[in-house]
């Protein structure tokens, strides 16, 4: 489990995230949201270990992040940046780089390992994909090889900054629901993300920034009715309840 | 930071078939290079000679002229294009390469200083070069995070520190201008008049460098992945950086000792191997190693066959084929592909 206290990061001159306190627990969805610059990424990178934070603290598992190695970190919370090059490697190569944490001396990946990589493939639905190279791949396929890649990193909490940007929509929902499915198995899933209907649905809990500081985390029914989404971000949402529960969408 | 396209639309090979092939063409080309000549001798005399039984003549231009010529192509090309998949991999520029980026430049004027400084000393001037490579491929990575890694920024860097640095090499050799006899083939790179003991000290760099590099492949394939990435799976990537660039810089460094300021091999030999076999460091490594020897070999061949019994110089032959292609990328080369 992941915890902020009071935290406050940032750049070297531009202080982003002003006393954010929050949780990130097993078993859920955690959706981001907020307006572009409120400093959602820099939560993510800033709770992944990835920035130094200049306020307030970051517990995992109960311990200051500050007493893990980056290995140690990397073992416990994986993150899928927004953007990243695509290597002309094979998708198995790239799930397997997900073990590197795991990794001793001499540094190969031993049978453990690609038996990680086979499970990982095989949960996203994406065996079909394993030798072939990444710069083949459509963006849906990449952003499955990057969940299995966080899967081989046998991470508890998996941290994903905006990974359904750039994605077609049936792209969008298949990602949503490997994710849903991950958290349903026990692990902490955040994610960044724009289209706030998609978060409404998906996500067990949901937190709203603004200008760096929590205006709101609570329940997607809970953020709906306050209103504060229309007061943030400038639009406004209407409900309808369906069996398969509310569903959201832009008036 | 963008990333280049690479070209692989077809299932990546696996690599071990492309190392034996390039395994064999190396040893085959070896033997044309000491066969062949202003003096032609035949393979069975020339395997007389190396075993010290040939004829007296043969011998002298086998084991004191032809085999230090093959050795230093094999060494030159095998480091300084390993020395390309390391900073290529590191600064995600496919345009950086040690002679692009002032690597090259800053070793050959390192060297220099030492030749003008300790003329008499063989084994200080590879630590030298490497120094100065060393320094080059510092401030390219100072310049690169200052610049925030601009793919055009850093080759216009690399172009700036290169012609600084060979304008220190041309200061040097207007105060000393016995500092590097052939001062002409030093700046066009070549590898006549070599002995195997000044080849001794490059070796021993040049074949720990790899050993080093090829162990830190792992982490090379991190940093393809990006900063934010690598770091995420747990790579301290400012020390990683580092170490691999300083090993890079050895590689061009020991090569630029003996070699000069060869251009292209570089940059040309891990394009076409990485266009083979993807981007798997090892090995990409391990065959842009035997791809650049063997391309120094063929072309230090036909440096001294085309115009027998004149001889061109090696780095003319290389330009000639690698400004080419250079060019053929260049205009290739399109946005970066991300997700």
Same mark, same amino acid.
Request: aromatic share 18%; proline share 14%; no cysteine.
């Given at each position: 489990m992941i915890e902020l206290r009071d935290l406050r990061a940032g750049y070297p001159g531009r202080p982003v995230l002003d006393g954010v306190t929050l949780s990130f627990l097993p078993g859920e969805v955690l959706a981001i949201l907020g307006p572009n610059g409120c400093g959602k990424s820099t939560l993510l990178r800033a709770a992944a270990g990835l920035l130094p934070i200049s306020g307030g603290e970051i517990l995992l598992d109960g311990a200051p992040?500050?007493?893990?190695t980056p290995r140690q970190i990397a073992q416990r919370a994986a993150y899928l940046p927004q953007s990243r090059p695509v290597p002309s490697i094979t998708a198995r190569r790239m799930v397997l780089h997900g073990r590197f944490p795991y990794?001793?001396? !001499?540094r190969r990946y031993g049978r453990e390992d690609h038996e990680m990589v086979d499970q990982a493939l095989g949960w996203v639905g994406a065996r079909e994909l394993a030798?072939? !190279?990444? !710069?083949?791949?459509s963006g849906g396929q990449r952003q499955k090889i990057y969940l299995a890649m966080a899967l081989a990193q046998d991470a508890a909490a998996i941290l994903m900054d905006e990974p359904t940007t750039y994605l077609d929509v049936s792209c969008q929902l298949e990602v949503m629901a490997l994710a849903h499915r991950l958290a349903v198995e026990g692990r902490a899933v955040v994610m960044v993300l724009h289209d706030l209907c998609l978060a409404l649905q998906y996500a067990h809990r949901t937190a709203l920034l603004q200008a760096g500081r929590l205006v709101l985390a609570g329940t997607p029914d809970e953020l709906y009715q306050s209103r504060a989404l229309e007061r943030v971000m400038g639009v406004e949402l209407g409900q309808i309840k369906t069996e398969g529960g509310p569903r959201y969408y832009y008036r | 930071m963008k990333r280049w396209r690479t070209s692989c639309t077809r299932p990546l090979k696996r690599p071990l078939g492309l190392v034996l092939c390039l395994g064999a063409l190396t040893v085959l080309a070896g033997l044309a290079s000491l066969a062949l000549g202003a003096a032609d001798i035949p393979p069975g005399e020339v395997l007389a000679a190396l075993l010290g039984r040939g004829g007296a003549v043969q011998t002298q231009i086998v084991l004191y002229a032809r085999l230090p010529r093959l050795c230093g192509c094999l060494l030159a090309g095998s480091a300084l294009a390993s020395a390309g998949v390391i900073i290529q991999g590191v600064l995600a520029n496919p345009l950086a390469a040690p002679n692009v980026i002032g690597v090259n430049a800053g070793a050959g004027l390192a060297a220099a200083l030492c030749c003008a400084a300790a003329p008499s000393s063989v084994l200080l001037t590879p630590i030298a070069a490497f120094a100065g490579a060393l320094a080059g491929v510092l401030l390219v990575l100072f310049i690169s995070e200052r610049a925030g890694a601009s793919r055009i920024t850093l080759v216009l860097a690399g172009v700036a520190l290169s012609s600084m640095f060979s304008a220190g090499i041309d200061a040097v050799l207007t105060f000393f201008p016995d500092a590097l006899s052939g001062y002409t083939d030093f700046r066009i790179g070549g590898v006549k008049n070599l002995s195997m003991a000044r080849l001794a000290p490059a070796f021993w760099i040049i074949l720990l460098s790899l050993l080093a590099a090829l162990s830190l492949s792992s982490r090379l394939d991190l940093l393809l992945l990006g900063r934010e990435t690598a770091q995420s799976l747990g790579l301290p990537v400012g020390g990683t950086r580092m170490l691999l660039l300083s090993l890079a810089a050895a590689l061009a460094g020991a090569a630029v000792s003996?070699?000069? @300021? @060869?251009?292209?091999v570089g940059l040309l030999t891990p394009h076409i191997m990485r266009r083979l076999i993807g981007e798997d460091s090892f090995p990409l490594l391990l065959c842009s190693a035997l791809g650049g020897a063997l391309l120094l070999t063929v072309c230090d061949l036909l440096a001294r066959l085309l115009f027998a019994p004149f001889e061109l110089p090696l780095g003319v032959v290389l330009s000639l084929a690698g400004g080419p292609f250079f060019l053929w990328l260049l205009l290739r080369q399109r946005g970066g592909r991300r997700t």
């Open positions: 992040i500050g007493a893990y990794l001793s001396y !001499p030798d072939r !190279p990444l !710069p083949q791949l | 003996f070699a000069g @300021l @060869l251009g292209f």
